[in-house]
């Protein structure tokens, strides 16, 4: 059964509070939702927010208009946009934000427009996740850190995305460890029938392990690699295999492992 579209009315971004997140964009955008699942439960974990055009356009062409001048208004408008459109879709679990590492200019004002917009649209904050993917270069690699933990300090859950593919790595996560990393696609598939991809990722396990770190195999296409990530201790999935992206909607998981 089709999942049902809901339409969202255009919703008003509160003040931020700093001058720098002041200017509007010129440009609108939207949701969709894709849910990250807990193969041992069998329920819905988190719902991954993923920025869409109004009409459905994909994530490069809105992250295309995004540039110095409107980054930091950009990354406060999906955090706020996001929280009132899971609130009105009935989201009532986690809800997994992505935000741009360099388009923070100061966490305090940025993370109090957050729990404005989390409150006003009654989304409790112990349900949010902050995820940062780690296939953009950070330009400032302590002011992620001192945003990670500020984050961290105020009870808000943390993930890295792209785990084992991008500028950061273990690097990173020596010096900080986060709530969740999410195993990065190529990773992912065809890890089955791959020794030297399960060999990689069995290592991530231990040292996550260790560190007492999630793990999320994120870009699951089929039962097979699914499988293969249950009978080694992964309980978090997320891919095409679950559920695709419901554009302003809730898709329901239509495969379990």
Known sequence: ?????????????????????????????????????????????AYEALV?????????????KVNDDNRYRFDQGCRIRSIFLAQQLGMTCRISINFLPNAIYQPELCIRTTILAAEAAGFPLDRIIFE????????????????????????FATAIDDFGAGYAGLGLLTDFQPTLIKIDIKLVRDIDTNPVKQAVV??????????????IAEGVETAAEARWFKANGIRLMQGYYFARPGFESLPTVENWV
Not at 133 to 153: A, C, G, N, W
Not at 207 to 215: A, N
């Open 52 to 64: 869409r055009g109004t009409d459905g356009e994909g994530a490069a062409e809105i992250l295309g």
């Open 202 to 215: 069995k290592g991530i396990l231990l040292t996550t392990g260790l560190l007492g770190v999630e793990v």
């Open 132 to 155: 940062v993917t780690e296939s953009e270069q950070i330009l400032e690699p302590e002011k992620l850190l001192s945003i990670f933990r500020y984050y961290r300090d105020r009870g």
């Open 1 to 45: 059964m089709p999942n049902k579209i809901i339409r969202v009315l255009p919703i008003e971004i509160p003040d931020p509070g700093c001058a720098v997140c002041k200017d509007q964009l010129d440009f609108d955008f939207t949701f969709a939702f894709q849910p990250i699942v807990d193969v041992e439960q069998r329920t819905v974990y």
